[in-house]
């Protein structure tokens, strides 16, 4: 069974990573999650897992409201040829999630490493940002620099990206 929220705080304990996390109802999407944009301070994000022509994956970490171009980010990402939307399936299957809790955070249940995290300048240069904690029922401040230090433990050396 993949490492769940309370396994994720304990490895961030471990290495040292301060957090703070706010409960909420479920949300599945940027717009669904707008009326809590008062409450929680910091960069905000979409994750999107995505699958290029020769299957290699890519978690794109982007600022909520930064335009992704599906057709061409392919080329920032360093994928072959245009890329699609990883199957729900694939997702719980190699991050340990289910769509709508979709975080850089699941980079501690793809212990292979076949992911690939892209993180969106733009939303490392806001210092906090927030994620769901492998569920999508709460939100979690990091700080950008304790995020790299995370993916870093997990085998992840994150790319950063000018959207």
């Known amino acids: 069974m993949a ?12 290495i040292g990573v301060k957090t703070e996390t706010i409960e909420h109802e479920a949300v599945f999407t940027v717009a669904e999650s707008a009326h809590l944009r ?3 301070a ?14 290699r994956l890519f978690l794109l970490v982007a600022e909520d409201e ?11 990402l360093g994928g072959q040829g245009r890329v699609s939307f990883g199957s ?6 190699v991050l340990g999630v289910t769509p ?14 076949r992911v690939t995290v892209a993180l969106d300048a733009g939303l490392m240069a806001k210092g906090r940002v927030n994620f769901h904690p492998l569920e ?10 304790d995020l790299v230090r995370f993916l870093k433990e997990t085998g992840h050396e ?6």
């Not at 994150?158 to 959207?163: F, K």
Request: charged share 30%; proline share 4%.
């Open 88 to 93: 729900a399936d694939l997702l719980l299957e």
């Open 100 to 113: 709508g809790s979709v975080t850089p955070f699941a980079a501690i249940n793809d212990t292979a490493g």
């Open 136 to 145: 999508n029922t709460a939100t979690t401040a990091i700080e950008a620099e």
């Open 42 to 55: 910091g960069g905000k994000s979409k994750n999107l897992f995505l699958k290029d022509k020769k299957g």
């Open 3 to 14: 490492p769940g929220r309370a396994d994720l705080f304990a490895f961030l304990d471990r």
């Open 38 to 40: 008062a409450r929680i």
């Open 66 to 76: 930064a335009v992704v171009d599906l057709k061409r980010i392919h080329e920032k």
């Open 158 to 163: 994150p790319i950063v990206l000018e959207l």
